[in-house]
């Protein structure tokens, strides 16, 4: 919903399950091989061995599944051997709905429930096997990510939105409030709209985003930019504790980034109350407010996204913004109830204007998270 690139920062941020999966059928083997196929490219098997893998050992989409293993023996479950995995999905490839995290999730899902680790049934536990799908994210596939996605697909409960506070120092039990998000009580529905514009996290743009933090928060004498927004919220003239704390920063581009993630960090408390009050026009507000932050100070957004906002907002949308980590994807816009296909249709008519690609629009509620079908 809303806390865009915040997670890496240890901040605050407010994900929904969406109802869109990824399914996964895997049988055990008795040895250290692993062959993987999806329905997108049936006729092709992709083999890996976890015997002597090492990072980055496996090329293409193979690497999510085969990581997460590896990940698994790498922590010390030495249980996990090889299997054979059939992968089938709803989820829009690089549309920023977090396919990779439902994969690789998936994945850590099943391995726990066929070597019997014991991890899957509690939301505690599940944390460890979130660890395994970030891991295998980070170091096989070279998607920098920070647990925003994983922990969504992960530990999310139906009708509820999940308030996630990514500081390390805080454990499983401590780290997650669910946040009632019932669309119906106030005569909504989300809009989720696939702007069709690629998008990808390991062509090194987020990675720079991240390390840009990282030094900002260096040069300020800080573990991290949310020991930053908790002094910056707690002092008594907010505005101007940012503009003191943004002064220390010579490099204007930091400053920018710095200022979106604290502003964001704050915006994700704002939404919470907001929604939970009734308050929809201030929830749609700090949509907005979130996505022109994406767009010019993170700088992580495109135009087909910035278009798609602008239709839906013109056209009746409580708020839109981006979803994801930008550079392409998805929006998603707070819109009355069955108002969203009209604006979708508005969003479509403009792009086929602009010579985009052609959008899609999606179902989308606060579904549940990852679990056993079969």
């Not at 806390?3 to 240890?10: L, S, V």
């Not at 596939?141 to 409960?157: E, F, K, V, Y």
């Amino acid at each position: 919903m809303i806390g865009e690139h915040t997670d890496y920062n240890a901040g605050l941020c407010l994900p929904i399950a969406l109802p869109h999966r990824t399914f996964i059928a895997l049988k055990p083997r008795e040895d250290t091989k692993v062959r993987v196929v999806s329905d997108v490219d049936s006729e092709n098997v992709t083999e890996a061995d976890l015997d002597g893998l090492q990072a980055g050992g496996v090329e293409g989409w193979a690497a999510y599944p085969v990581g997460v293993a590896w990940a698994l023996r790498e922590a010390g479950f030495d249980a996990v051997q090889g299997f054979d995995a059939a992968f089938s999905s709803c989820v829009p490839l690089g549309s920023g709905l977090s396919s990779s995290a439902a994969m690789t999730c998936s994945t850590a899902l099943a391995l726990d429930d066929v070597y019997g680790l014991g991890y899957g049934a509690s939301d505690a536990g599940r944390v460890t096997l979130i660890n395994a799908a970030i891991k295998s994210e980070n170091d096989m596939a070279g998607a920098s990510t920070a647990g925003l996605d994983q922990n969504a697909s992960m530990r999310c409960t139906f009708g509820h939105a999940l308030r996630l506070d990514c500081r390390p120092e805080l454990s499983p039990l401590e780290n997650v409030s669910q946040q009632e998000f019932d669309l119906d009580k106030y005569g909504l529905e989300l809009l989720v709209l696939d702007t069709q514009a690629p998008h990808q996290l390991n062509d090194g743009q987020y990675a720079q985003r991240r390390a840009t933090c990282e030094k900002a928060a260096e040069i300020l004498g800080v573990a991290n930019l949310r020991v930053v927004a908790d002094s910056i919220a707690k002092s008594d003239d907010p505005f101007q504790a940012l503009k003191e704390t943004l002064d220390k920063l010579e490099d204007d581009t930091m400053k920018k980034r710095v200022r979106h993630v604290i502003t964001e960090i704050a915006r994700v408390n704002s939404f919470v109350r907001a929604f939970a009050n009734g308050k929809i026009d201030e929830a749609g507000r700090l949509f907005n407010a979130s996505h022109d932050s994406l767009a010019a100070d993170y700088e992580v957004t495109v135009p087909e996204l910035d278009i798609a906002v602008d239709v839906a907002r013109a056209n009746g949308a409580y708020g839109a913004r981006m979803t994801g980590g930008g550079f392409g994807g998805s929006i998603i816009a707070l819109v009355d109830k069955g108002q969203g296909h009209e604006i979708a249709q508005k969003i479509a008519d403009r792009f086929e204007k602009e010579g985009f690609n052609a959008p899609r629009a999606l179902p989308a509620f606060a579904a549940a998270s990852a679990s056993r079908e079969a």
